[in-house]
């Protein structure tokens, strides 16, 4: 079994590099890390020709992770005693320059979970076993906070009152600021479970030969599937086949974008035999004491 010591000082002449990996800290002292297969890993890799330690590390965390890393720094080594092999890991530290999308690394195929986490809990998250790679990460926070990270200090008096009790309030419409605020949590939460997003809104209307509005059809769309919420046809036109056009609008726009399925919910008394006509498969009713109220969901492929 390998044994770990954990040095400060620069590799020895002579031994060989196998690994470089960093710690990398974002403005607000949170550390990213990669998830795979459940687990909280740190980013790096082999280097490869001639490539400097930073260097490694730049094009692994833009692999790994598409994050560019900036204001690297040196911190230390893992010496690996794995008889009869002897090694070292680098570890660097590094600032996030900027977080793009989340995508495929070009040499697993695999895309990777991030999550940014809190560095004073990296122990908790990584959890290693070994005394050698706890002592690492005590020295990259260290190191960190003498660098370019300013670590904050614990929360007390009115700061930590209004983090215990934080008011909420109903607002009649959704602003740039809800909506951009929702956006952008959703946006980074499935980056870090390694989900794009892909978030769209759709409105189709139909309008008469003079504009009058006779039928529309709404919803949104993200991760893998279109969601159709609200779709309604003038009382003088049903029966046309303009709401079958409206659906058909719907699919014709996100087929071949990367959604897997369309979904929509109806009730007893409104269409679900008019979706079922159109190809929509019925996944399951839930029932209510009036028949009427019975809901079904409904899916069609892509």
């Known amino acids: 079994m390998a ?18 990996y960093g710690i990398a800290f974002s403005d607000d002292n949170r550390v990213i890390l990669r998830i795979e297969d459940g687990k909280y890993k740190l980013t790096g890799g082999k280097p490869e020709d001639t490539e400097t330690y930073e260097e490694t590390l730049k ?28 090694y070292a890991q680098v570890r660097m530290i590094a600032k996030i320059r900027e977080i793009h999308g989340c995508r495929a690394d070009p ?3 695999k895309t990777y979970g991030r999550e940014l986490v809190p560095a004073d809990r990296m122990k908790e998250y990584l959890n290693y ?50 909506g951009g605020f929702i956006h952008e949590e959703f946006t980074r939460y499935g980056e870090q479970n390694g989900v794009v997003l892909n978030y769209d809104e759709f409105c189709f209307i139909a309008e008469d030969s003079e504009g009058k509005i006779i039928g529309a059809v709404t919803g949104r769309a993200y991760y893998n599937e279109v969601h159709i919420g609200d779709l309604i046809v003038d009382e003088s036109c049903r029966r046309s086949g303009l709401g079958r056009r409206l659906v058909g609008a719907v699919e014709d726009c996100y087929k071949g974008k990367g959604y897997d399925v369309i979904t929509l919910t109806t009730f007893g008394f409104q269409a679900p035999e008019f979706y079922q006509k159109l190809g929509y498969k019925l996944e399951f009713v839930r029932t209510n004491k009036d028949p009427k109220l019975n809901k079904y969901f409904l899916k069609k492929e892509l």
């Open 129 to 178: 076993s070994d005394c050698a790679g706890n002592e690492m990460i005590d020295d990259a926070i260290q190191l960190a906070g003498e660098r370019y990270v300013v670590l904050p200090e614990k929360i007390t008096g009115k700061d930590e009152k209004m983090m215990q009790d934080p008011t909420i309030r109903r607002v009649d419409e959704e602003d740039d600021a809800v």
């Open 59 to 86: 094009r692994e965390y833009i692999e790994e992770l598409n994050v560019e890393l900036d204001d690297i720094h040196y911190l230390g080594y893992l010496l690996v005693d794995d008889h009869p092999d002897r």
């Open 3 to 20: 044994e770990y010591t954990w040095f400060k000082d620069a590799v020895p002449e002579g031994l060989p590099v196998k690994q470089v």
């Open 107 to 109: 040499d697993t195929g």
